[in-house]
């Protein structure tokens, strides 16, 4: 088989055409938000605001209603948590995202136990049904992309200003608070946009994975953002090449590709360094012997 059928294959079903696009437009939503998440670091926020929607996701199964509209309940649940901790208590942040991460993880298994196909419910709000993203599915998908598309657009100004200096985004007047819980909408829509592509547990390999790989790349904020769009366009694109030739499971493959590449590239960067260093230290040496 030649290169090219290889790459073609896996796109020849219509199913599989659908899966590429959910996977694309949850690249191109959690790169959006990713950025900020990384510049700010955020990460184990998000990774905490995964978990959170899987109650809402497991009460939808199990009482048969949209899980987009239970995965937004419970986002908002999420967050009104972290602020009633916030304010009544003098525990730090970590601490009750810590709590929450498990709390609301805990939650959602329990009311998926309830289930008749309690495995096979659990494992499709986890690890994502790719295979079976409905067209339905990429519209609503759509309408997220465009939403936290205008909010990113709308807000990169503000959201500059707060990941760098929080104290001169408000003396500037660009009200942090704000802008924050307006970060927190659109980690929320990413989470909720993509869940259905790759699942609850590996959205986040598509949310920190590529932007983290933008960071050892670029220096600038516009380019850290369009070469995170660019690499987990491609994380998806590969994810599912590889997940169709050797059989695995769609939206882990996609996600584990896009960790992989930050590894990858790291790895690349610290070898060049010590070649460089190498080189450098080697100069002085010859320039002594002649």
């Known amino acids: 088989m030649d290169l090219y059928n290889w790459l073609v294959e896996p796109f020849q079903a219509g199913f599989q055409i659908r899966a590429l696009l959910g996977g694309l437009l949850a690249a191109l939503m959690s790169s959006f938000v990713g950025v900020w998440l990384v510049l700010r670091g955020m990460s184990f926020f998000g990774d905490a605001f995964v978990h ?29 948590l972290l602020e009633l901790i916030h304010r009544t208590t ?6 009750a995202i810590g709590l929450l991460f498990v709390g609301m993880m805990a939650l959602g298994v329990v009311l998926i136990s309830r289930a008749d ?8 709000i986890l690890f994502g049904d790719a295979l079976g993203v409905t067209w339905g599915d990429i519209r609503t998908q759509v309408m997220f992309v465009i939403g936290v598309g205008l909010l990113s657009l709308l807000l990169y100004r503000p959201l500059m200003a707060l990941s760098f200096s929080p104290d001169k985004a408000h003396a500037l007047g660009m009200r942090p608070q704000l802008t924050h819980w307006l970060l927190l909408l659109m980690i929320a829509a990413a989470v909720i946009g993509s869940f259905q592509a790759v699942g609850t547990l590996l959205v986040l390999g598509l949310l920190i994975g590529p932007a983290a790989t933008a960071a050892l790349l670029t220096r600038t904020v516009p380019h850290m953002i369009s070469a995170s769009l660019v ?8 994810g599912l090449i590889l997940s169709y030739h ?18 990858l590239v790291l790895t690349i960067q610290e070898v060049t360094k010590t070649l460089r260093r190498r080189q450098r230290s080697a100069i002085p040496a010859e320039q002594g012997v002649s």
């Open 246 to 263: 050797l059989g695995t499971a769609a939206g882990a493959s996609m996600a584990l590709v896009a960790i992989v590449g930050f590894f």
């Open 52 to 80: 959170g929607v899987v109650p809402g996701i497991a009460a939808a199964v199990l009482f048969d209603f949209s899980p987009f509209l239970g995965a937004g309940l419970a986002a908002l649940v999420m967050v009104s």
């Open 90 to 95: 003098t525990l730090k942040e970590d601490t």
């Open 231 to 238: 690499i987990g366009v491609v994380s998806v694109t590969v």
């Open 117 to 124: 196909s309690f495995q096979g419910s659990l494992t499709a």
